[in-house]
């Protein structure tokens, strides 16, 4: 079946052209009423494609390319927010559903080399607050949705790094942090699925949404997860941030996790660390900022963190969620401290680049509102393969055998989403 247009693609360092003037329909954006007891994730017609960011059942989730850019280098998210901007901007809106419309999903890569993908999609259901809208550009062609589909025999190999070299890097990172070359750092590493068939991404989406229904399930591009980490929300001039670093599971004390973590020096610190990175580059935007004192323990169905909730209002109105987002990361809860001393032993000591993963992933508007996780519980789902990464902080306390089973326990989420839709 043939799209009535075809989407545009901006590739890094191009010039953007300007808007298309084929259809004169893909200017036009209709925005209507949905039943607000619309499942979000239930209602997605094809098994790859999806854009999501769903938070307890309420969010956005999208599909069809109205437009899309990939760019990469340190000014992409500029470029991105540019972009998004003007393609937004050159709409017209047609809405009966006030405050509602069309948005772009943005997925940023962690370092620089890394490709960013922002994704305007040509249908978007959205819900929050009981009430629900669908937006739709243009007149994309009504496909029959295809039926969700299993992955099969499941075949699990070590990616760029064996969970025995990650531990060995731990220890290397550990000793440059007693050097005094730093004081934190978030190592990371990957692990591979192969599935008999290709992935359907709604059957992840669905596990994760259901599993872990405080996190927001997210899909961009191929990147799915669900995360626990909001990276910032911006609402006007109001922002939010939940900073988490230090994590506890079951197995290490039973009930008494959450206490445990409220005791422990090291965990403290991690937290510290990453709370005042988030903290201090907010300062240095907002006219107002709140900060509590310390953490609290947050708990989610496989582990426990610990958590600063940050709330504050912005000094400078034009700075959207995506410019916030951009200058947070990367935080010290999936960098380090310092930042640049951080990236540069990430680079170092990882076995390859991260991609999208620990980057910001979310969704904006053309008022610059949206929502932004750190993409971290997921996976880069490519075809019948699925890459899933998990990192943890390491400081001067850190044990390295500790560490990499806590990586091991971040990839559970993703690794019982693929188990359980197996078959
Ligand atoms: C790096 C990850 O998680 C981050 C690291 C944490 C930690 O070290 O305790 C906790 C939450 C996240 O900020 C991950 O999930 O891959």
Redesign the pocket.
Known sequence: MTAPYAPRTDRPGSVVPDLPRTDPATRVAVTRPLDPSTDLLAVLPAPTGTAAFVVGGDGLVGWGTHAVLRTSGPDAAARIGAWVTRTLGALEHDSDVPGAGPVAFVSLGFDDPDTAVAVIPSVLLGRRDGVAFRTVIGAPSVRTPVPVSAPGRISWSDAGMSAAAFTTAVAAARSRIRAGELEKV?L?HDLEAQAEHPIDERLLLQHLADAYPSCATFAVDGLLGAS??LLVRRRGTRISSR?????AWPERSGAAVATELLSSAK?LA??RF?ANSVADTLRAVTAELDVPAGPRPLALANLT??ATDITGVLADPSLSALDVASRLHP?A??GGTPRDVARQVIRELEAGPRGR??APVGWIDAAGDGDFA?A??CAQVSGRTVRL?????VVAGSDPEHEAR??QV?MIPVRDALERTAR
């Open positions: 978030v990371a626990p980490e900073v988490l670093a230090g994590t965990d991690e937290h990453a963190h610990l935080t809860a999936v993963y620990a750190i971290l519980r990464f998990a990192g943890c902080g806590e990586a971040k």
